[in-house]
């Protein structure tokens, strides 16, 4: 059974706006935001059917063309070039940001004292490698020890 019953869906049916209509909208805005509100000399016969469409739909009833009320809610995005938005990035930086920069710096001298074994943490570790290079060198000696044994012992039963 179709959806509204047996007398059929009540709802409008979809308007999809084709994607050459969309395109022409956007170059005529486009134009018009490059002019400055003026309208283009040489654009073509379509590009002037549709401002006049836009003009007709910008065309307010009653007093509302007479009022203009400005919305801060709806405000249109404008789109910025790079070099722009570089002129008019802010120079001081944020507190996360400062705060992250801090502390990179902080661990980049942490690790140089570190480095050059000036930290007490680094003292700790070079203490804890003497102490395993001393033992595994007893070990290395010891193995020697045996090895020489061994050998001493084969030579013996040998003769």
């Given at each position: 059974m179709p959806?509204?019953?047996?007398?059929g869906h009540k709802g409008r049916s979809k308007q999809f706006s084709n994607p050459e209509e969309i395109?022409?909208?956007?170059?005529?805005?486009?134009?018009?935001?490059?002019?400055?509100?003026?309208?283009?000399?040489?654009?073509?016969?379509s590009d002037k059917e549709s401002s006049d469409d836009e003009?007709?739909?910008?065309?307010?009833?009653?007093?509302?063309g007479l009022i203009e009320i400005e919305n801060p809610n709806r405000i249109?995005?404008?789109?910025?070039k790079v070099p722009e938005l570089e002129a008019s990035a802010p120079k001081e930086l944020s507190r996360r940001e400062r705060e992250e920069i801090e502390k990179q710096r902080a661990k980049?001298?942490?690790?140089?004292?570190?480095?050059?074994?000036?930290?007490?943490?680094?003292?700790?570790?070079?203490?804890?490698?003497?102490?395993?290079?001393?033992?595994?060198?007893?070990?290395?000696?010891?193995?020697e020890d045996l090895r020489k044994e061994k050998e001493v012992e084969a030579t013996k039963a040998k003769r």
């Open positions: 959806r509204g019953g047996k007398k395109d022409r909208q956007m170059r005529a805005q486009r134009e018009k935001e490059e002019n400055g509100g003026e309208e283009p000399e040489n654009s073509s016969e003009d007709c739909e910008q065309k307010r009833k009653g007093v509302e249109s995005q404008k789109n910025k980049e001298r942490y690790m140089k004292l570190h480095l050059e074994g000036k930290t007490e943490q680094a003292r700790a570790d070079l203490a804890r490698l003497a102490i395993i290079k001393k033992q595994r060198e007893e070990a290395a000696k010891k193995r």
